[in-house]
């Protein structure tokens, strides 16, 4: 049993290129939750999604990002324009059902750099 | 916003050394979850605790959950170089969101 997936783990882009981050859920995990972690930070929250649906994207800048889960396929984090200060870890996790105490797997992320 | 500070932020400490580290909170959560972080990877779940006073043991680590549940506290006993990792806990808060705290950088040192 897989556990999320997520690809590519290290992604190298020049400023104004565009990024795009994959996560492919545990088998059976409908919710997908993206992170990014900046160097001896904790995770901050970004969106949560459920299969072609956008739940919460509170924390998503409004501008240049974007997510979706389609039907089929995996869940695809979009950062349009890149700057500098987008370089950071970004996380994708899965759960069964909605958080409230339910577990979350991780995956082992993707580190953005801009140049 | 229901924000998790812990404390300390970092910690370099001596193998067998005893360690405490805390996730504090205004806030009240219905549950606490403990992770820890290897560089380079995502992090790992270690424990959830619910119930306040809750304390839960994983072999050397001992979690407690606070009673009013706005704080949790890890304990390791006799560390190991194996335990250095960023600790972090986590609590889900409304609108589906879990927060993330700040986090505890170990190191321990053989």
């Known amino acids: 049993n897989a556990g999320v997936m997520q690809n590519p ?5 020049r400023r104004g290129q ?3 981050l994959r996560c492919s ?5 409908s919710h997908v939750y993206w992170y990014r972690q900046l160097p001896e930070e904790g995770l901050k929250f970004m969106v949560y999604l459920q299969k072609e ?5 509170s924390g998503m800048p409004k501008e240049r990002f974007s997510a979706e889960f389609p039907k089929e396929g995996p869940s ?3 950062i349009q324009q890149v700057v500098r200060g987008d370089s950071a870890a970004y996380f994708c996790a899965s759960s069964q059902s909605r958080t409230g105490g339910n577990e979350q797997f991780f995956g082992p992320g993707t580190r953005l750099t801009v140049l | 916003t229901q924000l998790l500070e812990q404390s300390p932020q970092f910690l370099s400490i001596q193998e067998g050394e ?14 606490l979850q403990w992770y820890r972080q290897e560089p380079g990877e995502g992090p790992v779940l270690l424990v959830t605790v619910v119930t306040g006073g809750e304390v839960k043991k994983l072999k050397r680590l001992t979690f407690q959950f606070g009673d009013a549940r706005k704080d949790s506290s890890l304990h390791i006993t006799a560390a190991q170089p194996g335990d250095t990792g960023l600790y972090l806990c986590a609590g889900p808060g409304g ?3 879990f927060y ?10 053989p």
């Not at chain 1, 783990?9 to 882009?13: A, P």
């Not at chain 1, 859920?25 to 995990?29: L, V």
């Not at chain 2, 705290?101 to 170990?106: A, D, F, I, K, R």
């Open chain 1, 9 to 13: 783990r290290h992604l190298v882009r």
């Open chain 1, 53 to 57: 649906n956008i739940i919460d994207e």
């Open chain 2, 18 to 31: 005893n360690l405490t580290v805390y996730c504090n909170s205004s806030s009240v959560f219905s549950s």
């Open chain 1, 25 to 29: 859920p545990m088998k059976g995990h």
């Open chain 2, 95 to 97: 609108s589906d969101q």
């Open chain 1, 76 to 78: 695809i984090l979009r």
């Open chain 2, 100 to 109: 993330f705290g700040t986090g505890t950088s170990l190191t321990v040192i």
């Open chain 1, 18 to 20: 565009e990024a795009r």
